[in-house]
């Protein structure tokens, strides 16, 4: 098993950047494939990007593609989120997950492992 434990959320306006940090233990971090979820009020909690275990592939949703990157540091056993041009839209709790499967999956039912989430607000 792998604890994850997400950090770098807060309050930012439109136009704003931030970057996710997700720190893991437990297991040896290379062996999960690695994936950024969020959940606004109301609403189910949808795939944002994930990334393959060595890093060389990743995918990310459509409303993110351009603004947000998903990259990780197996020497630090951490994954990370760079958020750029955050809209008011973005504003949720940000999850990071774990599978043990293969390949990056967008469904959440594929992670084993979550974190317990870092809150993103993006004021107008």
């Known amino acids: 098993q792998v604890q994850l434990v997400e950090s770098g959320g807060g309050l930012v306006q439109a136009g704003d950047s931030l970057r996710l940090s997700c720190a893991a233990s437990g297991r040896t971090f290379s062996v999960y494939v690695m994936g950024w979820f969020r959940q606004a009020p109301g609403k189910e909690r949808e795939f944002v990007a994930g990334i393959s275990r060595g890093g060389i592939s990743t995918a990310s949703a459509d409303s993110v593609k351009g603004r947000f990157t998903i990259s990780r540091d197996n020497a630090k056993n951490t994954v990370y989120l760079q958020m750029n041009s955050l809209k008011p839209e973005d504003t949720a709790v940000y999850y990071c997950?774990?599978?043990?499967?293969?390949?990056?999956?967008?469904?959440?039912?594929?992670?084993?492992?979550w974190g317990q989430g870092t809150q993103v607000t993006v004021s107008s």
């Open positions: 997950a774990a599978r043990g499967g293969t390949y990056i999956s967008r469904g959440r039912d594929d992670y084993d492992y």
